[in-house]
């Protein structure tokens, strides 16, 4: 039972272009919601959050967008820089889940100069 | 600078020979979590401590045991490894766990441990 999704496993990005990475979940009871940044042998770095009670967060080149009716959120990257290039985690905590972090699969991200 | 540092970064132990694997933070941090991550695959939370409190995931094998001993340590202990074990062991630390409903609360993590059974 996934309770956070991430359809796509890749995307490539021209440089310069706006990417967006898209995750999806199941759990109404989630509030708070992370994505994260991993390099490979490096662990996660958090990159941005949002609370539910929020439906867009800003910082920098990336903003989050969350759609609770569609229980879908959103990344994106503007503009995209090949040092972006990484693997892209969302994450949900909430609920009954105590401070767990509820991960996705992860998105691969190409950004091609 | 390091916040999160995990040793060692790479472990090769073999199938049945007890490991121990560390985190340490200078973060001060009151929560630490230990995540399973097993290639292409999400991040599994294993356990965390809440201070000195220790709560196990339910589906978290009794292979895989924590030691907290003090804020800034927190250690994993493997019994007896075996070949489905191989994975990468993720260390994270939290400042609190979430009081209120969208109040969440940002999780730091460590380079890793990438942990091979013979």
């Known amino acids: 039972d996934q309770q956070v999704k991430q359809n796509s496993p890749s995307l490539s990005v021209q440089e310069g272009r706006i990417s967006i990475l898209n995750c999806d979940y199941t759990?109404?009871?989630?509030?708070?919601f992370l994505w994260y940044k991993k390099y490979p042998a490096e662990g996660p770095t958090f990159l941005i959050s949002?609370?539910?009670?929020?439906d867009k967060n800003e910082d920098g080149r990336f903003t989050v967008f969350l759609n609770k009716s569609a229980k879908h959120l959103s990344l994106h990257i503007v503009p995209s820089q090949p040092g972006d290039s990484a693997v892209y985690f969302c994450?949900?905590?909430?609920?009954?889940?105590?401070?767990?972090?509820?991960f996705g699969q992860g998105t691969e991200l190409s950004v091609k100069p | 600078d390091a916040m999160v540092i995990q040793n060692p970064r790479y472990q090769v132990t073999q199938f049945g020979k007890p490991v121990t694997l560390s985190c340490s933070q200078t973060?001060?941090?009151?929560?630490m979590y230990w995540y399973q991550q097993k290639s292409s695959q999400a991040p599994k939370l294993l356990f965390h401590?809440?201070?000195?409190?220790?709560?196990n995931e339910a589906d978290t094998p009794d292979n895989f045991q924590s030691r907290r001993p003090n804020t800034s340590f927190c250690f994993l202990d493997i019994r007896s490894p075996g070949l489905g074990d191989a994975a990468m062991y993720l260390c994270?630390?939290?400042?609190?766990?979430?009081?209120?409903?969208?109040?969440?609360?940002?999780?730091?993590f460590g380079p890793g441990t990438r942990l091979l059974v013979l």
């Open positions: 994270a630390t939290s400042r609190d766990l979430p009081r209120l409903a969208g109040d969440g609360e940002t999780q730091y």
């Open positions: 401590y809440y201070d000195k409190d220790f709560n």
């Open positions: 994450a949900a905590s909430g609920g009954n889940q105590g401070g767990k972090l509820i």
């Open positions: 759990n109404s009871m989630f509030d708070y």
């Open positions: 949002i609370s539910s009670i929020k």
């Open positions: 973060l001060n941090h009151n929560v």
